[in-house]
């Protein structure tokens, strides 16, 4: 049992790293897509035949944060490793201070290594940095603490798999943790995980007449906003949000045995 317990306690730790790592790449995708935004010109769009360039944008954001996983992988896992594996060999120190050191040098040597380009081995160094704040310490999870914050992080990690996950996944998960009470976690999680699909529909309603797929993703961002509502308005009248904290639970399990 201490084994199994242990086992999914890892398992926890490192699905939530990885949740972790979407949000941050979401963020800076998103980043990159207004930089983009910011420096073409009307001419440019015109010569490239782009109508929709914020729809583009968009999606091109999401793109990116799949194909970052697949060519930097390797960097990505090391980093995640370095993480789970010093920053409890270095206990006198900050554990943040060590995270962020032990997290960013590989992601920005794997970005040196693979691009050769000093703005994008920086711009993937403000991940590696982001990441690194963004992980639960080891033997926690992002629902460990502070459940506004793990919300948001799990929100944007839906957000971040627009396209492969169906955003159904996200308000079942809302709808679920709502149930289990945990009221303001699922507001952070459902405006967050709406996030995208909603900047999808924004760009969508300067057209004429919406794509039947655009008002599919109006209700799914209604079904996310009336969720991320009801979590608000009952947190508001009774405050029910308690930290997962499992190592409280394996204390009280031991202290049982004892």
Request: net charge negative; proline share 4%.
């Amino acid at each position: 049992m201490d084994t199994d317990r242990k086992w999914g306690r890892e398992l926890k730790w490192w699905v939530s790293s990885f949740a972790a790592l979407l949000a941050s790449l979401l963020i800076f995708s998103l980043i990159k897509a207004v930089l983009s935004l910011a420096t073409i010109s009307v001419s440019d769009l015109a010569i490239a035949g782009i109508t929709d360039p914020y729809g583009g944008a968009i999606g091109d954001a999401v793109v990116w944060s799949y194909s970052a996983l697949l060519v930097y992988w390797a960097f990505l896992f090391a980093a995640a490793l370095s993480f789970r594996l010093l920053v409890p060999t270095f206990a006198g120190v900050e554990p943040r201070k060590v995270a962020v050191i032990v997290t960013t040098l590989p992601v920005a040597l794997g970005a040196q290594l693979v691009g050769q380009d000093l703005p994008n081995t920086i711009f993937f160094a403000g991940v590696g940095v982001l990441w690194a704040l963004a992980m639960p310490l080891p033997k926690k999870t992002l629902l460990s603490d502070d459940p506004i914050l793990g919300g948001a992080i799990i929100g944007l990690a839906f957000g971040a798999l627009a396209g492969l996950v169906l955003t159904e996944f996200a308000i079942a998960w809302c709808a679920v943790r709502l149930l289990r009470g945990k009221t303001i976690e699922v507001t952070a999680a459902a405006i967050c995980a709406a996030l995208i699909p909603a900047l999808f529909t924004v760009t969508q309603l300067p057209h004429a007449s919406l794509s039947a797929n655009a008002v599919y993703v109006m209700g799914e961002v209604l079904i996310l906003g009336c969720l991320a509502l009801i979590g608000f308005v009952r947190w508001m009248v009774v405050v029910d949000d308690d930290p997962e904290d499992e190592s409280e639970d394996d204390e009280a399990v031991e202290a049982a045995r004892s």
